[in-house]
């Protein structure tokens, strides 16, 4: 099984800064794609940021600029540097990886438990 465990969330004024990261571990063969997405309340989970394993990343329209996802492989960790904050971007954060154990030879979703960051005007 995996675990995907996000940390560096919490209470930041807008402008300000934070580094969530996301640590995967268990009984890991490989992982593909990784990404951040995260959910409001009251509105849909809505996709942030991608990041392919040789490190070719892509962005919501809203972050882009703003935000820069990165990874690294050796550790099988990605993260995600917030700059620029606004209220809008008050959300819960969700780690997200295509993961494959050596209990299967398929890639499976993974997610974490999400982190909260809150964004004060």
């Known amino acids: 099984q995996v675990q995907l465990v996000e940390s560096g969330g919490g209470l930041v004024q807008a402008g300000g800064s934070l580094r969530l990261s996301c640590a995967a571990s268990?009984?890991?063969?490989?992982?593909?794609?990784m990404a951040w997405h995260r959910q409001a309340p009251g509105k849909q989970r809505e996709l942030v940021a991608t990041i392919a394993p040789r490190g070719i990343s892509n962005y919501a329209d809203s972050v882009k600029g703003r935000f820069t996802i990165s990874r690294d492989n050796t550790n099988n960790t990605v993260h995600l540097q917030m700059n620029s904050l606004k209220p809008e971007d008050t959300a819960v954060y969700y780690c997200y990886a295509d993961v494959r154990t050596y209990g299967r030879n398929m890639y499976f979703p993974y997610w974490g438990q999400g982190t909260q960051v809150t964004v004060s005007s």
């Open positions: 268990g009984s890991i063969f490989g992982i593909n794609g």
